[in-house]
């Protein structure tokens, strides 16, 4: 795992601070980016391709990319829909890895075979793979330890449905074999989409077994598990920027969108009045949505779940590449 520029940490912990002092997380650390809204796939739990929408220039993307870079954001992920699809997406990745951003990759995995995926690896920290009947890749699991010779580190991203709960371990021995780690979540009912959603505390449960069983594998959170289902546990420690440009604020759960990043100083929005607003908004919220991204990214800015969050990672941290 790489090390970014000394001036970056200090940075993230001077915004790390300021949400302390304010006790509300105005300043993001996370970022899922949206750089594509078309798909190679057509899950049931999801509604993104059932939207798409016309890619954004190269130039507009690598402008949003800056305004990132500038902000309090640590990691940036990159997903879709599938990105792979987009042409220009080597050199998306070439110019966020000059960034003092970690870049975080997500993918059906289904193209690896048609881009250059060893050269892409070049670029990212953690290549995430959503491997899981929805995405009827099954087969993928038996590439998982060509995939951790590329370099990054390798997450199998692993949605549960209801029917399939009872394979959740088959798919996480592979993973531990193959020294790939994997973050389980349960199928989300959204919009438009089926209820394929697990019962909630046979999923807790289950996937608190199999971090007992393998602790170095499974990176899904403690804390996410404990609240997934407790209202108002999710906050604006992680943003999405869709595929238009547009910022989800407070979350994609509500459908707002704000500023156009591409533009607009995203620093500068977080701390206004106009945002602090949403953040109410997303606090008096009574959708039960259980998404991981807004329920799990609490884990690694707190002080009291950042360890155990943190401790699949170990090795990975003290190794440098």
Same mark, same amino acid.
């Given at each position: /795992? ?5 001036? &970056? ?26 750089v594509v809204q078309?798909?190679? $796939? ?13 890619? /954004? ?49 997500? $993918?059906?995995? &289904? ?5 250059? /995926? ?7 920290d953690f290549l ?37 709960? &009872? ?28 209820? /394929? ?15 007992? &069983? ?18 108002? $546990? ?46 109410q908004r997303m ?39």
């Open positions: /795992m790489r090390y970014l520029p000394l001036r &970056k940490y200090l940075s993230t912990a001077r915004y790390a601070c300021s949400n302390f002092v304010t006790k509300e997380q105005i300043y993001p650390f996370y970022c899922s980016f949206k078309r798909c190679d $796939s057509k899950c049931d739990f999801c509604n993104v391709w059932k939207s798409p929408m016309p890619d /954004m220039p190269t130039d507009k993307v690598l402008r949003i990319i800056d305004n990132i870079a500038d902000s309090s954001i640590l990691l940036l992920s990159l997903e879709g829909g599938e990105p792979l699809l987009r042409e220009d997406i080597g050199e998306i990745l070439k110019y966020i890895r000059a960034k003092s951003l970690y870049v975080l990759f997500t $993918s059906s995995g &289904k193209l690896f075979d048609k881009r250059p /995926m060893k050269e892409y690896s070049k670029y990212i995430h793979v959503s491997i899981d009947e929805g995405h009827e890749n099954l087969e993928l699991y038996d590439r998982l330890p060509e995939f951790v010779g590329w370099g990054p580190i390798v997450c199998v991203q692993i949605v549960v449905m209801r029917n399939y709960l &009872k394979d959740l371990e088959g798919k996480i021995r592979t993973c531990h074999d193959a020294g790939a780690k994997a973050v389980v979540m349960p199928a989300c009912h959204l919009p438009d989409t089926e209820d /394929m959603l697990p019962d909630l505390n046979e999923f807790r449960n289950e996937v608190w077994r199999l971090k007992k &069983k393998y602790p170095r594998t499974i990176i899904t959170t403690d804390k996410y598990l404990r609240t997934l289902d407790v209202p108002h $546990s999710c906050n604006t420690a992680s943003i999405i920027i869709d595929a238009d440009g547009l910022l989800h604020y407070p979350c994609r759960t509500l459908m707002e969108k704000s500023i156009d990043v591409s533009k607009d100083p995203l620093l500068e929005f977080v701390a206004s009045s106009r945002a602090r607003e949403s953040r606090d008096q919220c009574d959708i039960q949505c259980h998404w991981y991204q807004y329920f799990a990214t609490d884990s690694f800015v707190s002080l009291r779940d950042g360890f155990s969050a943190l401790q699949p990672y170990v090795s990975d941290i003290l190794r440098l590449n």
